[in-house]
């Protein structure tokens, strides 16, 4: 797999495509766009919705472990479930929720390369159906925000130390020329710029025309050759709610084998709204 450090993470749509009646995979489609699901999907997966199964329905933070497990067990996964993710956007939310699963400690998943369009475009097999599961019991580990997640303080403190940081979002954002990303003025923040001494790597950079990801040749030359990150250093990624960094978490962690790179899924929405948070411009 081109020379990840990680290759078992990430499975090909053929080999998806090999697994579609083992009992022992369960495939998870994650869109930003709900509905697409329901226009059609690859046969046999399940939905899973980053807003409403995710994320608690009131506070700005994830779902709690017991409704972790609940999640699990209506969609009929184990401990043992092999889980494999795909979406839209080339996988922005496939990787979202693979990562919300890395805090619950589902050690067993993966992605599908190339996400739902290359899905698509090789003209591989599509259902309405929506599929139904034994009910299983599942228990999860407590929620691990301090391996992978960064909190506003944990990102104040970051700052403070020199440490680095990776914006994800375009350079119009990042420079503070838009407040919010393009056609996405809901979600945009009083002021706009980056946190000071971040990087501005776009996350798009990561992935062909295809969705596919880049070689790890290819991905060590942006990140490290033209940004000068270094595999021991202690990184936190962000972008403006944590889908795209959580894109960009999943190719430094998996793809280049960081150990220690963190999301910080309050992003330039908490940090561009934040009294007397530093600001660069």
């Known amino acids: ?13 053929q080999w998806v495509a090999e697994h579609l009646n083992d009992p022992t995979v369960r495939i998870v489609e994650s869109n930003e766009d709900i509905l697409l699901y329901y226009q059609g999907h690859i046969p046999g997966a399940v939905q899973i919705d980053w807003q409403k199964d995710l994320n608690d329905a009131v506070r700005r933070d994830y779902l ?12 009929g996964i184990s401990k043992e479930t092999t889980v494999v993710f795909y979406g ?8 979202y929720a693979f990562w919300v699963f890395q805090l619950f400690g589902h050690a067993d998943a993966r992605v599908m390369d190339g996400g739902r369009a290359k899905w698509e475009a090789e003209g591989r097999p599509m259902t309405k159906e929506q599929p139904t599961y034994p009910r299983t019991s599942y228990r999860a580990q407590a929620r691990a925000d301090y391996k992978i997640r960064a909190l506003r303080d944990q990102v104040l403190a970051h700052v403070q130390a020199g440490r680095p940081l990776v914006d994800v979002r375009s350079p119009a954002e990042y420079s503070g020329e838009l407040l919010h990303m393009a056609n996405y003025p809901q979600e945009g923040a009083l002021r706009g710029g ?4 971040a990087r501005n790597v776009p996350w798009a950079k990561a992935v062909n025309a295809d969705g596919v990801f880049k070689s790890a040749e290819e991905l060590r030359a942006i ?14 990624a962000y972008c403006r709610i944590g889908e795209r960094s959580s894109h960009t978490w999943f190719v430094l962690t998996y793809l280049l084998g960081y150990p220690n790179v963190r999301n910080y899924d309050g992003s ?3 940090w561009g709204n934040l009294v007397g948070a530093p600001i660069a411009r």
């Open 268 to 270: 330039w929405t908490e």
């Open 88 to 95: 839209d956007k080339n996988n922005w939310w496939a990787t």
């Open 64 to 75: 709690s472990r017991a409704d972790f497990d609940v999640l699990m067990a209506i969609n």
């Open 194 to 197: 980056h946190i000071p001494g």
């Open 223 to 236: 990140y490290e050759q033209e940004q000068g990150l270094r595999p021991d250093d202690d990184v936190v």
């Open 1 to 13: 797999m081109t020379g990840y450090a990680h290759p078992e993470v990430l499975v090909s749509t």
